[in-house]
Nanobody, 126 residues
Framework: QVRLVQSGGGVVQAGASLRLSCSAS??????????TGWFRQTPGNDRTFVGA????????VYAESMKGRFTASRDNAQNTVYLQMNDLKPEDTAVYYC?????????????????WGPGTQVVVSS
C-alpha cells in the first residue's frame, strides 16, 4: 500500500522560506499518471487547495494567493514532491497536507485524492 511521508514544516519568521517534502513509498503503479496536490488547514476550517503538480510533465497550478510565492517540484526518481514556500506570511500558518491520486481528476476536490500524508505544521510569526 502506498503511503505519503511528509517533512519540512517548522516555525519561521515572516519573509522566510520553507520547503516541504512529500515522499511516496510502497508499490506505486507507474502505469498511471500520478498527481500530487497540496492543501492547508487552520483550526476550525476546511482544508483549502494550495497547489498541485503532475508527476509526468511537472505541470503545476496554484491557488491565486500562492502564485509567485509557492512553487511545487518533483523528483520522480525519489518519488518525492516538494513545495517551496517563499516570503511566508503569518496567514500562511497552517497544517500542510500533501495528497496524491491518479490523473485525471478535479485537483481542487479533496475527495478525489486517493492517498493523504499526515500533515506538517507551518508556523509563521510576525
Amino acid at each position: 500500500q502506498v503511503r505519503l511521508v511528509q517533512s519540512g514544516g517548522g516555525v519561521v519568521q515572516a519573509g522566510a522560506s520553507l520547503r516541504l517534502s512529500c515522499s511516496a513509498s510502497g508499490p506505486i503503479d507507474i502505469n498511471h499518471d500520478w498527481l500530487t496536490g497540496w492543501f492547508r488547514q487552520t483550526p476550525g476550517n476546511d482544508r483549502t487547495f494550495v497547489g498541485a503538480i503532475k508527476w509526468s510533465t511537472g505541470g503545476d497550478v496554484y491557488a491565486e494567493s500562492m502564485k509567485g510565492r509557492f512553487t511545487a517540484s518533483r523528483d520522480n526518481a525519489q518519488n518525492t514532491v516538494y513545495l517551496q514556500m517563499n516570503d511566508l506570511k503569518p496567514e500562511d500558518t497552517a497544517v500542510y497536507y500533501c495528497a496524491s491520486g491518479r490523473a485525471p481528476f478535479d485537483i481542487h476536490q479533496i475527495a478525489e485524492y486517493e492517498i493523504w500524508g499526515p500533515g506538517t505544521q507551518v508556523v509563521v510569526s510576525s
